[in-house]
Structure formats: C-alpha cells, structure tokens
C-alpha cells in the first residue's frame, strides 16, 4: 500500500511518564515488540543519494519497505512517500533483493511500543542511543497530540534515526555503522545532540 507518511519525533527524557500520559488521554497499546531492519543499497549506493530508503524488518512478521521523498520538500514535518508490503519469508527476500542487485548496507535495531487513537498513530521507540516519540498523522493532528502530551514543538525531530545516528557517530567517532544495543554498550550519548545543543 502507497500513501504519504507524515510524523514528527521527539527525544524523550521520561519514557515512562509519557506512556502515562498517552495512555490517560485514550490511546490504545498494540505491544511492544523488538525490531530487527536492515538498510539495503545498490552496489553505486545511489540510494541513500537520492534520500531513497530500502529497508526490510523483522518483528512478528517481515515487511518490505520503500520510502522517497515528496515532489515538495517539507521543512516542519517528517514527510516520505511510503510503499509497505509484508512478505511471508524474511530470508528468502533477501535474497530476492541480492539477486536484484540491492545488499544490506546497515542494521538498525529497536523495541518500539505501539498505539493507537484513531487514524493517529504513536509510537514509544527505545533505540540503542535513546528513547523518542514518534507521532504519525495529518499535520494538525500530530499537533495536536505534541501539545496534549506536553512535548515542546520547537523540540521535533524531522529527521530519520539513521540520520541521528549518522551524527552521533561524527560526534563521538564511532567506527561502527550497525546501530545495534551490542555496539553501544558502554557508550552513553549526550542527549543535547537531539536537540540541537550538542
């Protein structure tokens, strides 16, 4: 199914208090579940030149993802055009997109708790680096759940995880590229690099 994806995330500092807080105003857990998603590039690594992401996750099932950026860049919103399939073998289709000429690149990992209020959609993500919001929906409604939650909008994040990565691995010097809960035992990650202070 194709559709736009527009979210926005936010650093969390409390993780616990703001489950509360989401779950008080009426949304509804769907589970937390762990996430294994490998990156995957053409051998020229023209991807990622064109901000083109070609990822396959595993959870409870696999799904085969394809996010692009809108004809329109958006400068206040996380916005892609968003292409998901779920696929019945996560291993065979791996090497489907080897033989189509597409190899992992890089492994990202995550738990993420999901929920929902309607057509919004949040999600409570603990990431190897830190744990973050992610609040998918119309523009107004994302919004709207920022400030019901108490979240500063000037502290939104409208970049991807990996591009977080990609600068705290700058910042620190990290010679890894996995963004893995294995890599970064021992390493403690500033939080004022999430909000533009580090």
Same mark, same amino acid.
């Given at each position: 199914?194709?559709?736009?994806?527009?979210?926005?995330?936010?650093?969390?500092?409390?993780?616990?208090?703001?489950?509360?807080?989401?779950?008080?105003?009426?949304?509804?857990?769907?589970?937390?579940?762990?996430?294994?998603?490998?990156?995957?590039?053409?051998?020229?690594?023209?991807?990622?030149?064109?901000?083109?992401?070609?990822?396959?996750?595993?959870?409870?099932?696999?799904?085969?993802?394809?996010?692009?950026?809108?004809?329109?860049?958006?400068?206040?919103?996380?916005?892609?055009?968003?292409?998901?399939?779920?696929?019945?073998?996560?291993?065979?289709?791996?090497?489907?997109?080897?033989?189509?000429?597409?190899?992992?690149?890089?492994?990202?990992?995550?738990?993420?708790?999901?929920?929902?209020?309607?057509?919004?959609?949040?999600?409570?993500?603990?990431?190897?680096?830190?744990?973050?919001?992610?609040?998918?929906?119309?523009?107004?409604?994302?919004?709207?759940?920022? !400030? $019901?939650? &108490? %979240? /500063?909008?000037?502290?939104?994040?409208?970049? =991807?995880?990996? @591009?977080?990565?990609?600068?705290?691995? !700058? $910042?620190? &010097? %990290? /010679?890894?590229?996995?963004?893995?809960?294995? =890599?970064?035992? @021992?390493?403690?990650?500033?939080?004022?690099?999430?909000? &533009?202070?580090?």
């Amino acid at each position: 199914m194709s559709h736009m994806e527009i979210e926005v995330k936010f650093f969390l500092e409390d993780k616990a208090a703001v489950r509360q807080r989401i779950l008080a105003l009426g949304a509804v857990s769907q589970g937390e579940r762990f996430e294994t998603n490998i990156r995957f590039e053409d051998r020229d690594k023209s991807l990622i030149k064109r901000n083109v992401l070609l990822r396959l996750r595993k959870d409870n099932q696999a799904t085969l993802t394809l996010k692009s950026p809108p004809e329109i860049a958006d400068t206040e919103f996380k916005v892609y055009r968003e292409i998901e399939t779920q696929v019945s073998d996560f291993e065979n289709t791996k090497q489907i997109l080897a033989g189509l000429g597409f190899l992992p690149e890089q492994v990202y990992e995550k738990w993420r708790e999901t929920f929902t209020a309607g057509p919004v959609v949040l999600c409570l993500d603990t990431l190897p680096y830190g744990d973050f919001l992610e609040i998918e929906a119309d523009k107004e409604s994302i919004r709207q759940w920022a !400030e $019901k939650l &108490g %979240l /500063a909008w000037e502290n939104r994040l409208v970049t =991807n995880y990996l @591009g977080m990565f990609a600068r705290i691995r !700058e $910042k620190y &010097g %990290l /010679a890894f590229t996995d963004v893995t809960f294995e =890599n970064f035992e @021992g390493i403690s990650v500033d939080s004022k690099i999430f909000l &533009g202070k580090g």
